[in-house]
């Protein structure tokens, strides 16, 4: 999945703002990433404050992009993926079960994402020897 959606922004990077694209059997377009990203804020109960908040974008942005009046530039985009932690690629992962963790879950693979290589090995040989 990985490689499809850096695909995509590798397509996307030549437009000024997102169009239309393939991802698998799936058409994406901003319309659909739009809707994604509602589904998003609903399930985690996240204001349009809170997100303008930490995506670093005006709250207007935000409540075009939401209401659907515009629809987002990559750098919009991108920038509210960031405020979600989360990556394109995840958003873009319908089946993903990223969302369905609980708080405490999503706070370790955040902690998780700024470990070393050598930090995430040693790690993981420490929870081997708690399992």
Known sequence: ?????????????????IKLYYLGDKMLNAENIVDALIELKNKRNWTSYKIAAKSNLPASTIANV????????LDTFLAICRGFEITPAQLFAYNTKYDELTDDENEILRLWKRLSPEEQTALMNLLYLLY
């Open 1 to 17: 999945m990985t490689s499809i959606a850096n695909n995509i922004f590798k397509k996307l990077k030549y437009n000024i703002s």
């Open 66 to 73: 939401f209401n659907k009046r515009t629809m987002p530039q």
